[in-house]
Antibody, heavy 122, light 110 residues
């Protein structure tokens, strides 16, 4: 079945770095754009970044631009989010999500992982 | 890119219909037909309910419908059922390769 499994979350000190991974299965990973979306404790959803199906296009929310880097390895069916200069306000559950559209980014996510928790605290 | 505005709460009795609004601007909801809606039960990941304003993914009951007028999008849930109780989030493409979510609406089935 179609599945996304995130990993790599944990507790990290402010200013440090962390890399999240998202392993995809059950669909042709290389055909779809992929997103990262986060949810701070008790708060709503916040879109973080998106990468095109072939990795050639990457876009970020203003709140993470210059600090986070989205990437993918289509040979490993894996999506990544490299996070640096982490701040307390980055504390959240991070979800990876599959774009619903084949090819060009459609900005709707039809498959979500279970999420991985990132806590930024000293 | 400001968040879209949703009412914090909505409610209805089983069998009734309820509509949740999502207000943006002429730069996002009003300009693009890339409005989507997500359902999230406590402790769970979101689920796509509506995409491109009014399209339903396979498996989503036709009790769920979406529409848009000007800068405001709406999600209507007809024939309310207990399992519809959840948080609902709207989202829109906002131009400049950005996407924005609403603050979420907690739907209570009375």
């Amino acid at each position: 079945q179609v599945q996304l499994v995130e990993s790599g979350g944990g507790v990290v000190q402010p200013g440090r770095s962390l890399r999240l991974s998202c392993a995809a299965s059950g669909f042709t990973f290389s055909s779809y754009g992929m997103h990262w979306v986060r949810q701070a404790p008790g708060k709503g959803l916040e879109w973080v970044a998106v990468i095109s199906y072939d990795g050639s296009k990457k876009y970020y929310a203003d709140s993470v631009k210059g600090r986070f880097t989205i990437s993918r390895d289509n040979s490993k069916n894996t999506l990544y989010l490299q996070m640096s200069s982490l701040r307390a306000e980055d504390t959240a559950v991070f979800y990876c999500a599959k774009d619903h559209a084949v090819g060009p980014i459609g900005y709707a996510m039809d498959v979500w992982g279970q999420g991985t928790t990132v806590t930024v605290s000293s | 890119h400001s968040a879209l505005t949703q009412p914090p709460s909505a409610s209805g009795s089983p069998g009734q219909s309820v509509t949740i609004s999502c207000t943006g601007s002429s730069s996002d909801v009003g300009r693009y037909n890339y409005v989507s809606w997500y359902q999230q039960h406590p402790g769970k990941a979101p689920t796509l309910m509506i995409f491109e304003v009014s399209k339903r993914p396979s498996g989503v009951p036709d009790r769920f419908s979406g529409s848009k007028s000007g800068n405001t999008a709406s999600l209507t849930v007809s024939g309310l059922r207990a399992e519809d109780e959840a948080d609902y989030y709207c989202s829109s493409y906002a131009g400049g390769n950005n996407q924005v979510f609403g603050g979420g609406t907690k739907l209570t089935v009375l």
